[in-house]
Every structure is written in C-alpha cells, then in structure tokens.
T-cell receptor
Framework: AQSVTQLDSHVSVSEGTPVLLRCNYS??????LFWYVQHPNKGLQLLLKYTSAATLVKGINGFEAEFKKSETSFHLTKPSAHMSDAAEYFC????????????FGKGTTLSVSS | EAGVAQSPRYKIIEKRQSVAFWCNPI?????LYWYQQILGQGPKLLIQFQNNGVVDDSQLPKDRFSAERLKGVDSTLKIQPAKLEDSAVYLC?????????????FGSGTRLTVV
C-alpha cells in the first residue's frame, strides 16, 4: 500500500532559523512526491514537486526538498524561516503519476516566533 | 488560466438534512477528484472521475454520499442524510489525464458544518 508519514505533527522555529519538515513515503511504484501548504482558511497551494527528474527540487518561497530513494524520504527545508511561513504543511504521494489520486500525510503545523 | 471553482464556500445544515456541492474543473482536465478534509487531518479521497466515468470510489460512503460528473465537465457531490461527522471541508481538484504535467489544482473548498 502507498502511504506517507510526516514524522512531526508540530514544528516550532524562530524567525531567521532553518526549517526542516520530515516526510517518509511508502510506494510500490516509482512515485511522484509533493509538498503542499495550507494557510488558515485558505486553499491548498503547491510548494514543490518531484517527478523523477532532479532529486533536489526547488519550490516557491525559498523551500526545497530532496528525494532520497534509499531512505524513502522527501524532507522539506528552508534556510531561513519567515513569519509568513507559519501554516500547515502536507507531504503528498501520487503513486502512479499523472492522473492518479493523491495520498496526503496527516500534516505538520509550522509555528514561527519572532 | 481560471482555477477550479467550487460553490458554495460555506454551508451549515442540521443533521439528517441533505446538501449538494458543485465543482467546475480547469478546462481540459480529464480527471476530477473530491476530497474530504476533517479538521486537523490531511485530505482524504472520496471519489475520482476520468471524464464522466468513476475510477475510484472505494472510500465514498455510498449509503449517504453520491457524486456525478455529467458530460465529463462539472461535478456535484451530494450528502443525504448528513451526519455530524460529515462536518469537514470538501475539496475538488482536477488534473490532466496523462503526461508529465502533474498539474493537480485544488479549489478553495466548501466548508460544511452539520449541527
């Protein structure tokens, strides 16, 4: 079965410090992987996606993620947190690529303090 | 490019009443999904359409939920009768059928409160 596990339900950082949100996946196929962000009372916004090209993926707002097949991980990082980064982050797998349903992790709440 | 349109944005109903949600996907997107997002959880797939045919409805509570996608474009999701545990945000998304454009796009959702 395909699944994603977000290892932290809540991460707290100070503004200007690095962000690390951890995600492990399980997939029988060569997966596509995504990170989505959801601000309070807002829709889901795609941060970045891995679709079997470069293993280091750069996204919007300074976020990036590295696909590590040997570790079945797809951790999200940002060098310096900003107050506006406070939101819910979802790691997502699409087990069979385009046109197939997405499987969401349970989410990680990122809090940023000044 | 216009996004995925959903209506209404908010709905409050009493338990045992019925409710319907509407979704208009991005033009040309063959695949349409309905997801349910309960507060504090990630979205969960309810049903997936490919054009006007159902691909996956294994997690749809068919005793109370129904969905259709007439003519392979717009879609409606209905709940009848609603239960308290149906309170959630209902998200519609669309994507191309094939190709390397993994262009999943989500609508803003309909927030349903059942009282």
């Amino acid at each position: 079965a395909q699944s994603v596990t977000q290892l932290d339900s809540h991460v707290s950082v100070s503004e200007g410090t690095p962000v690390l949100l951890r995600c492990n996946y399980s997939s029988s196929y060569s997966p596509s992987l995504f990170w989505y962000v959801q601000h309070p009372n807002k829709g889901l916004q795609l941060l970045l996606k891995y679709t079997s090209a470069a293993t280091l993926v750069k996204g919007i707002n300074g976020f990036e993620a590295e696909f590590k097949k040997s570790e079945t991980s797809f951790h999200l990082t940002k060098p310096s947190a900003h107050m506006s980064d406070a939101a819910e982050y979802f790691c997502v797998v699409s087990p069979r690529g385009a046109g197939t349903a997405l499987i969401f992790g349970k989410g990680t709440t990122l809090s940023v303090s000044s | 490019e216009a996004g995925v349109a959903q209506s209404p944005r908010y709905k409050i109903i009493e338990k045992r009443q019925s409710v319907a949600f509407w979704c208009n996907p991005i033009s040309g997107h063959a695949t349409l999904y309905w997801y349910q997002q309960i507060l504090g959880q990630g979205p969960k797939l309810l049903i997936q359409f490919q054009n006007n045919g159902v691909v996956d409805d294994s997690q749809l509570p068919k005793d109370r939920f129904s969905a259709e996608r007439l003519k392979g474009v717009d879609s409606t999701l209905k709940i009848q009768p609603a239960k308290l545990e149906d309170s959630a945000v209902y998200l519609c998304a669309s994507s191309p059928k094939t190709g390397k454009d993994y262009g999943y796009t989500f609508g803003s959702g309909t927030r349903l409160t059942v009282v």
